[in-house]
């Protein structure tokens, strides 16, 4: 079972910066979209940046301007900086992929998520 394996969280004062990457742990046939979404405590999981289907890049608004979402096409693996990071950034960050074809079927990839906690 291929999963979706993420590191770079961790605590970060207000301001800070922190790269979050995200990696397959074995082959994903025809990734369509792959980005991140994060889920703070007591509130729903919400896209924070995502490649799309044509190889754009979609942000949350609460986002845009401080982080920025890169990958490594060779490597089917994408990056999240994130700066000038702020207490409401606190959230557990996911790593999110859709893989395969109108013809093969889809399937959605998640990892397990990591911790990124933002405070002085």
């Known amino acids: 079972q291929v999963q979706l394996v993420e590191s770079g969280g961790g605590l970060v004062q207000p301001g800070g910066s922190l790269r979050l990457s995200c990696a397959p742990s074995?082959?994903?046939?025809?990734?369509?979209?792959m980005g991140w979404y994060r889920q703070a405590p007591g509130k729903e999981r919400e896209l924070v940046a995502t490649?799309?289907?044509?190889?754009?890049?979609v942000y949350a608004d609460s986002v845009k301007g401080r982080f920025s979402i890169s990958r490594d096409n060779a490597k089917n693996t994408v990056f999240l900086q994130m700066n000038s990071l702020k207490p409401e950034d606190t959230a557990v960050y996911y790593c999110?992929?859709?893989?395969?074809?109108?013809?093969?079927?889809?399937?959605?990839?998640w990892g397990q998520g990591t911790q990124v906690t933002v405070s002085s």
């Open positions: 074995g082959s994903i046939f025809s990734i369509n979209t």
């Open positions: 490649f799309t289907t044509s190889g754009s890049t």
């Open positions: 999110n992929a859709v893989g395969g074809s109108s013809h093969y079927g889809f399937k959605v990839y």
